[in-house]
């Protein structure tokens, strides 16, 4: 079984950066991480969830929401078997629990971590 | 607001069908497969249906998933009193080039 677990959340000013990870184990010889396609998904207080964005096996492009889109970029590290977040120029709008996701063929999140949270305030 | 449309809030008793909504456009559910989350307060969501009606082994078979046109439906039946739990639709949208989700629907066992 698939287990995602993120990390490096906090409090952040508005206009600071973040960087949350994400460790996926459980992965197998026939489905390795390095072929997996990654997203970030978060879910701001009092609201519905909300993709970020997703990365694809290396070499491929990744895709970005409109409201992160130029402030956020995801990379993975399959040597350590990794996706990470980088949140620069954070808005007080993007407090939320990220959550790491595993996607599935026809983009179904099949695996979720347990959530960071990030919340920006002056 | 969301790209794809539920009602806020669903109910039934115990042991009754329960149907929750999801509405969207050409770009989204009418040409890309619906998928459907359990969300509980506090946890992780849980994958519940992909591929429009298709569950993962762990799911019970008292949950169901359809599609036709540019709308797709969960469907409980047996209601039990640990469903009470937000429910999410979503899928890819062409138009986007992302995943849309609906706002969710609460739903309540009285």
């Known amino acids: 079984e698939v287990q995602l677990v993120e990390s490096g959340g906090g409090l952040v000013k508005p206009g600071g950066s973040l960087r949350l990870s994400c460790a996926a184990s459980?992965?197998?010889?026939?489905?390795?991480?390095?072929?997996?396609?990654m997203s970030w998904v978060r879910q701001a207080p009092g609201r519905g969830l909300e993709w970020v964005g997703r990365?694809?096996?290396?070499?491929?492009?990744?895709h970005y929401a409109a409201p992160v889109q130029g402030r956020f970029s995801i990379s993975r590290d399959d040597s350590k078997n990794t996706v990470s977040l980088q949140m620069d120029s954070l808005k007080v709008d993007d407090t939320a629990v990220y959550y790491c996701?595993?996607?599935?063929?026809?983009?179904?999140?099949?695996?979720w971590g347990q959530g960071a949270l990030v919340s920006v305030s002056s | 607001q969301s790209v794809l449309t539920q009602p806020p809030s669903a109910s039934g008793t115990p042991g009754q069908r329960v149907i929750i909504s999801c509405s969207g456009s050409?770009?989204?559910?009418?040409?890309?497969?619906v998928h459907w989350y359990q969300h509980l307060p506090g946890t992780a969501p849980k994958l519940l249906i992909y591929s429009n009606n298709r569950r993962p082994s762990r799911v019970p078979d008292r949950f169901s998933g359809s599609k036709s046109g540019t709308s797709a439906s969960l469907a409980i039946s047996g209601l039990q009193s640990e469903d009470e739990a937000d429910y999410y639709c979503s899928t890819w949208d062409d138009s986007l080039n992302g995943v849309v989700f609906g706002g969710g629907t609460k739903l309540t066992a009285l």
């Open positions: 990365i694809r096996p290396i070499g491929g492009p990744t």
């Open positions: 459980g992965f197998t010889f026939n489905s390795p991480f390095s072929d997996a396609w």
């Open positions: 050409s770009s989204n559910i009418g040409s890309n497969s």
């Open positions: 996701t595993w996607v599935g063929v026809e983009n179904w999140f099949a695996s």
